[in-house]
């Protein structure tokens, strides 16, 4: 018998819609019975990480989104001056507090969590553990343009995929032995038609993180990281409707890398 246990924690990457790939990935942890220790999300990843733990599963918050049709997708877009960004960001954090999360903070987590956010405009960086969950993830997914830059106790900030769009070192530094990452740029070679500002700017935005970090951490034996392979335009990460889309690209990453995956879990003794 072991008196200690590895830690393990979980890092969820950025990734707009795409992270309903994860989806999958969370019903297989959840048959293995994994517990994680820490939890670490960016951008979508941090509204995923904090629903998970809070509730210790997001098989409700899937069912939730699942009842979302376009429409209501489109109704949570309250345009803004375009000098000022695409929307306000105003209905997105409603739906959060009416529907997700209310007053929830922290302290209710039953898992410990770390947000990542970019300090805006030093564009550094910055890890939230304490305070309101929706303020926390309003920091964390304000996308540059798309959003105007989200004000948090006396700072400014935009969407963490500006500097990390996948907080892994931070859980190294929670003192985890491992970490399994859900990693949710694009890897495939995408056909991109620049029909539009928002397309231009979606290319500008997203291009600098699609292998940032990524394959340093591919070479760390201590991480295992699910990669879901997308094709489509890079304007799909904002169509959270094509949630049938993402959730079979997460089992197909699933299916693919199951054998390595137990091999690792093995070799680590989880």
């Known amino acids: 018998m072991t008196l200690f246990r590895k830690k393990l924690g979980l890092a969820i990457g950025g990734?707009?819609?795409?992270?309903?790939?994860s989806i999958p990935l969370f019903e297989?942890?959840?048959?293995?019975?994994?517990?994680?220790?820490y939890v670490s999300g960016a951008s979508v990843g941090a509204i995923i990480g904090a629903y998970y733990c809070l509730h210790l599963e997001v098989d409700s918050l899937?069912?939730?989104?699942?009842?979302?049709?376009?429409?209501?997708?489109?109704?949570?877009?309250?345009?803004?001056?375009?000098?000022?960004?695409?929307?306000?960001g105003e209905k997105?954090?409603?739906?959060?507090?009416?529907?997700?999360?209310?007053?929830?903070?922290f302290a209710d987590l039953k898992i410990p969590l770390v947000i990542?956010?970019?300090?805006?405009?030093?564009?550094?960086?910055?890890?939230?553990?304490?305070g309101n969950l929706v303020d926390a993830i309003m920091a964390s997914?304000?996308?540059?343009?798309?959003?105007?830059?989200?004000?948090?106790?006396?700072?400014l900030y935009v969407d963490a995929g500006v500097t990390n769009n996948l907080?892994?070192?931070?859980?190294?530094?929670?003192?985890?032995?491992?970490?399994?990452?859900l990693d949710f740029t694009l890897t495939k070679e995408l056909v991109l038609g620049f029909n539009t500002l928002i397309e231009s700017f979606?290319?500008?935005?997203?291009?600098?993180?699609?292998n940032k970090n990524q394959e340093i951490y591919l070479l760390d034996k201590r991480i295992f990281m699910f990669r879901p392979e997308f094709e489509g335009f890079l304007l799909d990460i904002l169509l959270f409707y094509k949630m049938k889309e993402n959730i079979a690209c997460g089992k197909r990453v699933l299916e693919k890398e199951r054998q390595n995956f137990d091999v690792w879990m093995k070799q680590h003794s989880f």
């Open 116 to 130: 990542a956010a970019t300090r805006y405009p030093e564009l550094k960086t910055e890890y939230i553990t304490e």
């Open 15 to 21: 990734g707009g819609a795409r992270g309903f790939s």
């Open 28 to 37: 297989e942890f959840a048959k293995m019975k994994l517990r994680f220790d």
């Open 167 to 181: 907080p892994i070192d931070i859980l190294f530094e929670k003192k985890m032995a491992h970490v399994i990452a």
């Open 62 to 88: 899937a069912e939730r989104f699942k009842e979302m049709k376009k429409k209501d997708w489109a109704n949570l877009l309250d345009f803004n001056s375009p000098r000022v960004s695409l929307i306000k």
């Open 141 to 155: 997914i304000s996308i540059p343009n798309i959003f105007r830059p989200y004000a948090y106790k006396g700072a």
């Open 202 to 210: 979606m290319q500008s935005f997203f291009s600098p993180l699609l």
């Open 92 to 105: 997105i954090k409603e739906f959060l507090k009416l529907h997700l999360f209310g007053e929830k903070t």
